[in-house]
T-cell receptor, first 115, second 111 residues
């Protein structure tokens, strides 16, 4: 069975600095998808970034980028130029290959941004 | 395009009452799911559906029923509310590999 592990329950970063959130996963599939979600205090779950396993290139979305290491089964999220609005829970998620729809979420990392 | 909508936003129930949480999406997504999120916790999958007429249990299905008569709607029914069901409930939809799109959530309190 697939698992997703976020080993950092909480992280802090100074405003304008860079922070990296870690995520590891376990799977025997070769074709899958990985995601990072942001959950601010409003509780709305927001899709931040998506990575397809068969693509070598790391996904980026503005100040958010990932470091996808397929062999190491690692999928970290880098937030550059951190802003106060980045303070939230961040969840890593996995979805399997063709014919599978279920998503497996990590336990989340709470990010605090210090002014 | 409204995305995923959920009603109600807030609900208070007494123990033993039943109710239905509504969820609808207008993106023609085949996959829909219900999660609960307890304070300080991650998401736990209650039930999911891969298309109209097809539903299956997640990791915490007891006390909940679902049905999917149309692609758009995926209601969650609480059969006999218990205090342990106090939580925030999220509905989500997706196509395969697209990433799930979440509704705003329903905060349920059972007294």
């Amino acid at each position: 069975a697939q698992t997703v592990t976020q080993s950092q329950p909480e992280m802090s970063v100074q405003e304008a600095e860079t922070v990296t959130l870690s995520c590891t996963y376990d799977t025997s599939e070769s074709d899958y998808y990985l995601f990072w979600y942001k959950q601010p205090p409003s509780r709305q779950m927001i899709l931040v970034i998506r990575q397809e396993a068969y693509k070598q290139q790391n996904a980026t979305e503005n100040r958010f980028s990932v470091n996808f290491q397929k062999a190491a089964k690692s999928f970290s999220l880098k937030i550059s130029d951190s802003q106060l609005g980045d303070a939230a829970m961040y969840f890593c998620a996995y979805s399997g290959g063709p014919g599978t729809y279920k998503y497996i979420f990590g336990t989340g990392t709470r990010l605090k941004v210090l002014a | 395009n409204a995305g995923v909508t959920q009603t109600p936003k807030f609900q208070v129930l007494k123990t033993g009452q039943s109710m239905t949480l509504q969820c609808a999406q207008d993106m023609n997504h085949e996959y829909m799911s219900w999660y609960r999120q307890d304070p300080g916790m991650g998401l736990r999958l209650i039930h999911y559906s891969v298309g109209a007429g097809i539903t299956d249990q997640g990791e915490v299905p007891n006390g909940y029923n679902v049905s999917r008569s149309t692609t758009e709607d995926f209601p969650l029914r609480l059969l006999s509310a218990a205090p342990s069901q106090t939580s925030v409930y999220f509905c989500a939809s997706s196509r395969h590999g697209s990433g799930q799109y979440f509704g705003p959530g329903t905060r349920l309190t059972v007294t």
